[in-house]
């Protein structure tokens, strides 16, 4: 059975650093685009990142970008997101989830779930203090 489960989360500074990582049993990271979302409390889940299992090509939203970079190691099946110059704005449940779609998610806007499948982790909480 395919899995995806997220680690690296914890309390952290502001202006601090985590790495997360995802777990990805199940996929071929060498064909499986994977994305890496966020929730905040009382605010809708937000797509931050994601890499194309083809090519390695990524994608950044622009509330993350410069900050937080996603990499994966087929060899591992793990994907990672690293997450610098943390704000008490990034705190969140932070889930890598896979796309269950043909296209690249780096070409489509794949975060919107409404129209798009993805299968999910359980998530990590990252919370930074101010």
């Known amino acids: 059975e395919a899995q995806l489960v997220e680690s690296g989360g914890g309390l952290v500074q502001a202006g601090g650093s985590l790495r997360l990582s995802c777990a990805a049993s199940?996929?071929?990271?060498?064909?499986?685009?994977i994305g890496w979302f966020r929730q905040a409390p009382g605010k809708e889940r937000e797509g931050v990142s994601c890499i194309s299992g083809r090519d390695r090509s990524t994608y950044y939203a622009d509330s993350v970008k410069g900050r937080f970079t996603i990499s994966s190691d087929s060899a591992k099946n793990l994907v990672y997101l690293q997450i610098d110059s943390l704000k008490p704005e990034d705190t969140a449940v932070y889930y890598c989830?896979?796309?269950?779609?043909?296209?690249?998610?780096?070409?489509?806007?794949?975060?919107?779930?409404?129209?798009?499948?993805?299968?999910w982790g359980q998530g990590t909480q990252v919370t930074v203090s101010s």
């Open positions: 989830a896979a796309l269950l779609e043909s296209f690249s998610c780096t070409v489509v806007d794949a975060f919107d779930t409404s129209r798009y499948l993805w299968y």
């Open positions: 199940g996929f071929n990271l060498d064909y499986n685009d």
